[in-house]
């Protein structure tokens, strides 16, 4: 599992983001960024980390898919 250190700056660098508009929204402003960010932006140790957490999703979607009791009515 890998482990975040704190930043010598003290800001948040795992994602440089930037508002397109203060006044636009979180929809919005979530929407600029995933259309505008590119896989090299972003920290490699959040990538990492969001690899695990597609992995441990991807483990438990299979499991509810398989033994959860509301599948059947699903």
Same mark, same amino acid.
């Given at each position: ?11 948040? @660098?795992?994602?440089?983001? @930037? ?56």
């Amino acid at each position: 599992m890998t482990e975040f250190a704190d930043s010598p700056s003290g800001k948040d @660098e795992v994602f440089p983001i @930037e508002t397109p508009d203060p006044n636009c929204g979180i929809t919005k402003t979530l929407a600029h960024f995933v259309a505008t960010t590119k896989l090299t932006d972003i920290n490699p140790t959040a990538v990492s980390r969001l690899k695990d957490f597609l992995l441990d999703f991807v483990g438990v979607a299979a499991w509810a898919g398989r033994f959860a009791e509301s599948i059947p009515a699903v």
